[in-house]
């Protein structure tokens, strides 16, 4: 079975787009599908998920992947790997910096599907955030407002220990 990876985003203003175009440039075949698109059939068609979606207003998930999240947690992901990826701003929201991309954890994390591409918090400037478990983040953190310098090289770093998971 070829293993086929879905790049499924949700963003409001552009940068979680920009950041997942990025991504699917860097994953040599990969399919970029907005989040409003990511039906349970096409869903299906994918070995792989990479789920990126921003963190809104005090840690809430972009507005289109609340809606994608309720039909994502009836599908069966068993045998499915999934890696989250998320924007946040670590200076205006230090206590909620990346919680969308935290919250897409919480729900999915019994659902049977692996996870892959955690991420080390320390090189961070925040307070909290529901996406840190262990010192680590679940998937990638990017801050585009603080810190877009660095989201080329955290990409094809994050990239490259992901590569041989999926």
Not at 28 to 55: C, D, K, M, Y
Not at 93 to 118: E, I, N, R, S, W
Request: negative net charge; proline residues 3%; contains cysteine.
């Amino acid at each position: 079975m070829t293993r086929t990876t879905a790049i499924i985003f949700g963003s409001s203003l552009g940068n979680t787009r920009f950041v997942a175009e990025k991504l699917h440039k860097l994953l040599t075949g990969s399919v970029l599908l907005p989040v409003h698109e990511a039906t349970p059939e096409r869903i299906g068609q994918f070995s792989n998920l990479i789920l990126g979606t921003s963190t809104w207003g005090v840690g809430m998930l972009q507005d289109e992947f609340e809606t994608f999240v309720e039909m994502l947690v009836k599908q069966d992901l068993n045998g499915k790997t999934i890696a989250l990826f998320g924007l946040g701003d670590q200076h205006n929201y230090p206590d909620t910096f990346c919680d969308g991309m935290g919250k897409l954890f919480d729900l999915l994390q019994d659902k049977g599907a692996q996870f892959v591409g955690h991420w080390p918090a320390d090189d961070y400037d925040f307070a909290t955030s529901r996406a840190v478990r262990d010192e680590m983040f679940v998937g990638l953190a990017l801050d585009e407002d603080n810190e877009p310098d660095l989201t080329d090289f955290r990409l094809r770093k994050w990239v490259e220990s992901i590569e041989v998971s999926l």
